[in-house]
């Protein structure tokens, strides 16, 4: 089997696997989890997983609170004409975006630094 990637080119018999941007042909995937390359897959779990909550959390949350700030708190407790209130409730899922952000970069910070800590450790 031959890959091809910028212009590398890896003839293999076995199957070929990218692990950390390096390309791998064994017969014994052992080796692999032998030197430790194959242990992040924990981190990548839980990354993508962060990653899916915050998309889930930026697509429902501003347009939520847009509809919501805008038929509940400026209508219907504010009582502002209809033009008005679609402004306002822009705002607030604007600075909804802004806030699901900040924490998407607080998180995965954190996280970062956690596993570059353990990482350390061994």
């Known amino acids: 089997m031959s890959v091809h ?28 989890e032998e030197t430790g390359l194959l242990r992040n897959d924990g981190s990548l779990i839980s990354a993508l997983k962060t990653l899916l909550f915050f998309t889930v959390l930026m697509i429902t949350l501003p347009i939520g609170l847009y509809f919501a700030s805008k038929a509940y708190l400026f209508e219907g407790t504010l009582g502002m004409s209809s033009s008005d209130s679609y402004f306002y409730a822009a705002i ?12 998407f970069v607080y998180v995965a910070w954190n996280e970062g630094s956690r596993q570059w800590r353990e990482g350390k450790q061994d």
């Open 92 to 103: 607030v899922a604007v600075v909804a975006v802004h806030m699901v952000l900040a924490m």
């Open 5 to 32: 990637f910028f212009s590398f080119s890896i003839h293999c018999s076995s199957a070929v696997k990218i692990i950390n941007n390096s390309h791998f042909c064994c017969e014994n995937w052992q080796t692999l």
